[in-house]
């Protein structure tokens, strides 16, 4: 395998994107602003809550690529012994019974919690069950396109699906703003906007497969029970992590919803929304690192994939703190800007959930190299109840007077304490080593972290000046990048970096 090559594909992939979500987060950005202003803060804390499905299938159809591009990456580095048309077909069929069970669960589970438990006026029931109807109607199609997009993402074609994320965002502008805008029943035509958008987005992804991967997407049913065995096992055990995940964010906007109001879970939502751009970004660079992992792990080359994980590691962690420090610092002049008027706890939610991030961080890689190994019982038994455990504390916060925000500070704790698990089944099946992870990642984060934390004293500085926010960006930016330059990357980075500006220049 040429490292050098594989390398540059890597950093070639991370750029397309990160041109993708630069435009995506623009848009998406303004979007937002403009569907809660046009929706009103009850209708969007609504389709937050019941809407919350179709964020759920998204999630669940991203966790469950991760199965579907992880044993098709498998078999592409097997080279000629691997059948990843057999592989492909297996996973479709799975996927079809698990777009028949949201049919069932949604309309059974879902309706019986919105005539139930729901804190909404009798009045908007109806709205609910429309919006639940459509979300799940998304969650199928989105679970049956995972096949497909496992495989562009197994054969690492990150240009086209950057280019439908692009078109997908822009549509979402065009229609969403302009024809919500001059609807009567704007929460019912939102509903059915996002639906017809993310079909038209599964027909590109399909569609393009279809075309370009004539012989694995070819239909040929596989009748060796053993392979739908394997195959379905392996992502039981993810589809429980995912479950855990999904049931924590989730959770958090019921449990909120049973002890606060609508509005905020509009607050809660906000911040996702913020926080889910932001690590965008960040997992870019594992997006585009993946795939290359899991076939170096499948072909033997063990020592890249370490390799490989050490180094994503810590530029995850470097590159979401260039965002989220100066985000953080000028979060409540931001938001003010943004949305002019944001629901009350909106600030110290997304705060706080981009500590959360950056502490996260410190993990990115960790699951696809466990994943990778295919030996994932215990690690996602441990992850699933780590996670889950946000529900009962959150509970047990609110119960005894606590703010909506500190279930944010429980999730910091939690994920600690996710890290040192992930580590734990790192060095048990794999030849990861802590020391090398402590020396290569967490002492030059210790040293960045250390050099920059005097910059949250400009938190103190409160302006609703555009001019002021961006002053202070672009001085913490330039800052962070200095010290993640100095203390941050070892001589042989600083020494890439010099050589890449050097032919910058002389261009």
Known sequence: MNNSKDNKRIVKNTIFLYIKLIISTIIGLYVSKEVLHLLGEDNFGLYSVVGGLVALMNFFSTVMSSTSYRFIAVEIGKGESGNINKTFNTIIVIHFVLALLILLLG???GVWYIDNYLNIAPVKIPDAKFVLNTSIIIGMTNVLSVPFLGLLVAREKFLYNALVEIIYTVLKLLLIV??????????????????GIEIIK???????????DTQTIRWNFN???????????????????????????QGLAIIINRFFST????????????????LMFVRSITQAAVPQMIKSYSGGNTDRTISLLNRITKYSFFIMAI???????????????????????????ARLMLVNGLVTCLG????????????????????SLIYIMTLPISIILFSFGFSPYSIIVANITLSIFQLLWQMRMLTNLTDFKISCYYKSTIKPVIKVSLLILPLFGLSYISSSSLLTIISICIITTIYILIAIYSLGLEHNEKKLIAEIFNKIIKK
């Open 107 to 109: 309309f059974t589970i």
């Open 263 to 278: 509005v905020v879970n509009a607050a809660f939502g906000i911040a996702q929304q913020i926080n889910g751009y932001i």
């Open 364 to 383: 990115s890689g960790f699951d696809s190299t466990i994943q990778a190994t295919g030996k994932i019982k215990i690690y996602q038994i441990g992850f």
């Open 202 to 212: 599964v027909l590109f992804i399909s569609v393009y497969c279809a075309i370009k």
């Open 223 to 249: 009748n060796t029970y053993s392979d739908y065995k394997e195959i379905f096992a392996y992502s039981s055990w993810v589809m429980l992590g995912a479950s855990a995940c999904i049931g924590q964010t």
């Open 323 to 349: 965002p989220s420090v100066p985000c953080i610092i000028c979060m409540p002049d931001i938001l003010d800007l943004w949305l002019e008027s944001s629901p009350v706890f909106t600030s110290e939610f």
């Open 178 to 195: 302009f024809v919500l805008s001059q609807a009567n029943d704007k929460l019912r035509t939102y509903a059915l906007l996002m639906l």
